[in-house]
T-cell receptor
Framework: QKEVEQDPGPLSVPEGAIVSLNCTYS??????FMWYRQYSRKGPELLMY????GNKEDGRFTAQVDKSSKYISLFIRDSQPSDSATYLC????????????FGRGTSLIVHP | DGGITQSPKYLFRKEGQNVTLSCEQN?????MYWYRQDPGQGLRLIYY???????QKGDIAEGYSVSREKKESFPLTVTSAQKNPTAFYLC??????????????FGAGTRLSVL
């Protein structure tokens, strides 16, 4: 079992839909949780990060962490064609080298 | 503008040739990283450096080498020993904290192909 699991998709939705992207993980030491957006042939761009459990909102994006279930989510409201990209989750623990573990990414397609 | 600059954007390697990918950051970050990204495989860590003049192997270091002579710079050399170098290479940097917070910021990437 991989430390971080993420469905590669593609996830195809109509414009305006609410999108839910998810990752599960097995390492209970993970404390920091990040979401990156990566457009084709570009570097990942940090969207949001959260610490421990709870929700964090930034515009149309909401990140949610449920440590009891080892499950994190990224919600995108009123999705736009410009949101079409690959979304990577990443998480890091408070000990060791602190290097984040990345999911493989979910490809999202928002069609007009 | 602060950020991470990778160059070149595209690079071609001939058989038996070593090539070097450049990564420069002006974010004053302590740590720097190199990842390789292949379709469907996510990010795989090649090397990382937490301070100047020190670096550690990642998960797939064979066939690669790095140096960290300056805080701002972390070049990656893809040697002729790397038999399958075609991939998208990403450089990242981060500020280390004592709490485990390690938010990485990425460059735009270098796409390496074999001629």
């Amino acid at each position: 079992q991989k430390e971080v699991e993420q469905d590669p998709g593609p996830l195809s939705v109509p414009e305006g839909a609410i999108v839910s992207l998810n990752c599960t993980y097995s390492n209970s030491a993970f404390q920091y949780f990040m979401w990156y957006r990566q457009y084709s042939r570009k570097g990942p761009e940090l969207l949001m990060y959260t610490y421990s459990s709870g929700n964090k909102e930034d515009g149309r994006f909401t990140a949610q962490v449920d440590k009891s279930s080892k499950y994190i989510s990224l919600f995108i409201r009123d999705s736009q064609p410009s949101d079409s990209a690959t979304y990577l989750c990443a998480m890091s623990a408070s000990g060791g080298s602190y290097i984040p573990t990345f999911g493989r990414g979910t490809s999202l397609i928002v069609h007009p | 503008d602060g950020g991470i600059t990778q160059s070149p954007k595209y690079l071609f390697r001939k058989e038996g040739q070593n090539v070097t990918l450049s990564c420069e950051q002006n974010l004053n970050h302590d740590a720097m990283y190199w990842y390789r990204q292949d379709p469907g495989q996510g990010l795989r860590l090649i090397y990382y450096s937490q301070i100047v003049n020190d670096f550690q192997k990642g998960d797939i270091a064979e066939g690669y080498s790095v140096s960290r002579e300056k805080k701002e710079s972390f070049p990656l050399t893809v040697t002729s020993a790397q038999k399958n170098p075609t991939a998208f290479y990403l450089c990242a940097s981060s500020i280390r904290t004592g709490s485990g917070k390690n938010i990485q910021y990425f460059g735009a990437g270098t796409r390496l192909s074999v001629l």
